[in-house]
C-alpha cells in the first residue's frame, strides 16, 4: 500500500517559501560572519583565507543545510534543519590576551550575537518605518516578521549547550577541569541528543523558544503602533 503526499505548489505557497529562503539565507550568512570577524580579530587568519569574513551569502552557504534542508522542511512535516558551512578556525592562532578555550567561546558566541543583532535591527526598522509612514504594509509585516521569528531560532536554538553547536563551546570553555567529563560526554553525543531534540522534543523546544519568541513579537507590534 502506498500513499501520496499533497504538497501545495500554488504561486502563494512559493512566494512563501522563496521569502522564507531569502531570509534564513541572509540570518546564516550573518551567523557565520560574526563567527569570521571575531576569529580574524583574535588573529587567526584561516577564515580570511577562506574568503569567510564576508557578508556574501554565496561563501557561507552550505547546499544541502541552507538550501535542500529547508526547501523540503517548507513544503512538507519534515522538522526545520538548517544550517551555513562552517567557518574554519584554528584556535592555536588566537591572541594570548585571552585563552585557547576563552577564545572559542567569543568566536561561537559571536554566531548568535549577529542573530540578536539582526532582530534588533529589525525592530529598529519596524520602529522607523511606522513613525515615518504612520504604517507598515501586510507585505512589509511579512518580511519583517519572518527575520524576527527566523533569527529568534537560530539565535536560542544554537545557544542548546550541546556539541556542535555554539553552546557546546561555550559550556566548555566555563567547565572547570573537574568537569570536563561532562564536555567529553557532549562532543560524543551531543549530536545524537541534538538529532532526537529536532525529531522527537519538538515541544521541548517549543516551550523554550515560545516565550523568547512572544516578547520579541510584543516588542514587533509595540514599535508599529498595533
Known amino acids: 500500500m502506498s500513499a501520496l503526499v499533497a504538497i501545495d505548489f500554488s ?128 507585505g512589509m509585516h511579512t518580511v519583517l516578521l519572518t527575520m524576527l521569528r527566523l533569527n529568534v531560532l537560530l539565535m536560542v536554538f544554537n545557544l542548546l549547550p550541546l556539541h556542535p553547536l555554539d553552546g557546546g563551546k561555550i559550556l566548555a570553555a566555563f567547565l572547570p577541569a573537574r568537569l570536563e567529563y561532562i564536555d567529553d560526554f557532549l562532543l560524543r553525543y551531543g549530536p545524537w541528543i541534538l538529532l532526537g531534540l529536532v525529531f522527537l522534543g519538538g515541544s521541548f523546544l517549543g516551550r523554550l523558544i515560545g516565550p523568547i519568541n512572544y516578547l520579541v513579537e510584543t516588542m514587533y507590534f509595540v514599535a508599529v503602533g498595533r
Open 11 to 138: 504561486s502563494e505557497t512559493l512566494m512563501t517559501v522563496g521569502l522564507y529562503l531569502i531570509c534564513l539565507i541572509i540570518s546564516i550568512a550573518v551567523h557565520e560572519y560574526c563567527h569570521a570577524v571575531v576569529a580574524d580579530r583574535l588573529g587567526d587568519p584561516t577564515p580570511e583565507r577562506d574568503g569567510r569574513v564576508s557578508l556574501n551569502p554565496i561563501v557561507h552557504a552550505d547546499p544541502v543545510g541552507t538550501l535542500i534542508m529547508p526547501i523540503v522542511a517548507a513544503f512538507t512535516a519534515f522538522p526545520l534543519l538548517g544550517w551555513g558551512r562552517p567557518v574554519p578556525t584554528q584556535p592555536s592562532n588566537y591572541t594570548r590576551k585571552v585563552s585557547m578555550r576563552g577564545g572559542m567561546a567569543l568566536v561561537a558566541v559571536a554566531g548568535p550575537f549577529g542573530n540578536l543583532v539582526l532582530v534588533l535591527l529589525v525592530l529598529g526598522i519596524a520602529a522607523g518605518m511606522a513613525l515615518v509612514t504612520g504604517d507598515i504594509s501586510r
